[in-house]
């Protein structure tokens, strides 16, 4: 990818046009005397959501009670601290810099890790969805279905999507000639305010990239809709009323996290432009880079009786610790 980009840059020489070696951001709000305020909120969020995430992984890696395929995917919340890594410090940068830019270079590394990260949770979330589907709709056959090697494959296969399609996202639009202007209406690197760069048509692109959108976005969307469907008959079928209560309560907490991420996500990449403006799109990025990876550790921690209660036992243990 780095040699594709490094062509474009030189054959973009031959236009007529002053070539773009790096891109300036739009301030995110027009009025200065906030920048100080939005600078320590979203730095606060992003310290929660990092310190939320690293928790989650950390009691589900320490704690034994959760060492089982139930709980294998919460260690991909590493995910969302990938996340927001990858956006959040050079938008923190921005706030108390005058000259809000990025390499050439640097904006495609930064495409590429959001895009690898965003699509491997879509990925992520739709065997989360199936993992309960199989709890619940098939509670006799669980740990022969959901097993270590059938967990580890879903991540992995999740991951070879994201790196795959990532890669060749980015030097989709990274080799496309670009030569002025260079400032981006956006907080980071994102496709379509980079395809509004292009010194070409980029219809076809367009075209492309929502074709794109649609399979890595709304396949394992649906996905996750058809397991809920099934989840959701299954426990409408249940005699006992506690036994529907527990199903709802485990299924709840990823049930809300994929509305989180994926009702941002559809509106943005898959709603056309023509309906919302470039303010609304920064509001609903931040939306999905920023507040939904800081709800999910909140969401499984709170929702969830043996989380908790691991919760619970590492802090009981620091604190013994601590006062021996």
Same mark, same amino acid.
């Given at each position: 990818?780095?040699?594709?980009?490094?062509?474009?840059?030189?054959?973009?020489?031959?236009?007529?046009?002053?070539?773009?070696?790096?891109?300036?951001?739009?301030?995110?709000?027009?009025?200065?005397?906030?920048?100080?305020?939005?600078?320590?909120?979203?730095?606060?969020?992003?310290?929660?959501?990092?310190?939320?995430?690293?928790?989650?992984?950390?009691?589900?890696?320490?704690? =034994?009670?959760?060492?089982?395929?139930?709980?294998?995917?919460?260690?991909?919340?590493?995910?969302?601290?990938?996340?927001?890594?990858?956006?959040?410090?050079?938008?923190?940068?921005?706030?108390?810099?005058?000259?809000?830019?990025?390499?050439?270079?640097?904006?495609?590394?930064?495409?590429?890790?959001?895009?690898?990260?965003?699509?491997?949770?879509?990925?992520?979330?739709?065997?989360? =969805?199936?993992?309960?589907?199989?709890?619940?709709?098939?509670?006799?056959?669980?740990?022969?279905?959901?097993?270590?090697?059938?967990?580890?494959?879903?991540?992995?296969?999740?991951?070879?999507?994201?790196?795959?399609?990532?890669?060749?996202?980015?030097?989709?639009?990274?080799?496309?000639?670009?030569?002025?202007?260079?400032?981006?209406?956006?907080?980071?690197?994102?496709?379509?305010?980079?395809?509004?760069?292009?010194?070409?048509?980029?219809?076809?692109?367009?075209?492309?990239?929502?074709?794109?959108?649609?399979?890595?976005?709304?396949?394992?969307?649906?996905?996750?809709?058809?397991?809920?469907?099934?989840?959701?008959?299954?426990?409408?079928?249940?005699?006992? =009323?506690?036994?529907?209560?527990?199903?709802?309560?485990?299924?709840?907490?990823?049930?809300?996290?994929?509305?989180?991420?994926?009702?941002?996500?559809?509106?943005?990449?898959?709603?056309?432009?023509?309906?919302?403006?470039?303010?609304?799109?920064?509001?609903?990025?931040?939306?999905?880079?920023?507040?939904?990876?800081?709800?999910?550790?909140?969401?499984?921690?709170?929702?969830?009786?043996?989380?908790?209660? =691991?919760?619970?036992?590492?802090?009981?243990?620091?604190?013994?610790?601590?006062?021996?």
């Amino acid at each position: 990818m780095i040699s594709a980009l490094k062509k474009n840059l030189r054959d973009t020489t031959s236009w007529n046009h002053t070539v773009v070696t790096h891109f300036q951001f739009l301030p995110f709000s027009s009025i200065p005397e906030i920048q100080g305020s939005l600078f320590c909120l979203v730095l606060l969020v992003n310290l929660s959501t990092l310190v939320g995430n690293s928790l989650i992984i950390m009691i589900t890696i320490v704690d =034994a009670a959760l060492h089982s395929p139930k709980y294998f995917f919460l260690k991909n919340f590493f995910l969302e601290i990938g996340y927001t890594t990858s956006t959040i410090p050079q938008m923190l940068v921005n706030f108390l810099t005058k000259r809000k830019g990025i390499s050439f270079l640097g904006c495609a590394i930064q495409m590429y890790a959001f895009s690898l990260l965003g699509i491997t949770e879509c990925c992520v979330l739709a065997a989360m =969805a199936y993992d309960r589907y199989v709890a619940v709709c098939h509670p006799l056959h669980y740990t022969t279905i959901m097993s270590w090697n059938t967990c580890f494959l879903l991540s992995a296969v999740s991951w070879l999507i994201g790196v795959l399609v990532a890669l060749g996202r980015t030097t989709f639009i990274f080799t496309l000639p670009c030569c002025g202007p260079n400032r981006i209406n956006h907080f980071f690197c994102d496709l379509s305010p980079l395809l509004k760069l292009a010194c070409v048509d980029t219809y076809k692109n367009e075209i492309t990239t929502y074709i794109i959108a649609v399979l890595f976005i709304m396949v394992p969307f649906l996905l996750i809709v058809v397991s809920y469907v099934q989840i959701l008959h299954a426990i409408f079928k249940m005699p006992s =009323a506690g036994g529907k209560r527990k199903k709802f309560s485990t299924c709840s907490s990823h049930l809300v996290v994929f509305t989180l991420f994926y009702g941002s996500g559809i509106v943005t990449y898959l709603t056309p432009k023509a309906f919302y403006s470039s303010s609304s799109t920064k509001l609903l990025s931040l939306s999905y880079t920023l507040m939904s990876p800081m709800m999910n550790p909140l969401i499984y921690s709170l929702r969830n009786k043996e989380v908790k209660q =691991a919760l619970k036992r590492l802090i009981a243990k620091n604190i013994s610790v601590t006062y021996l």
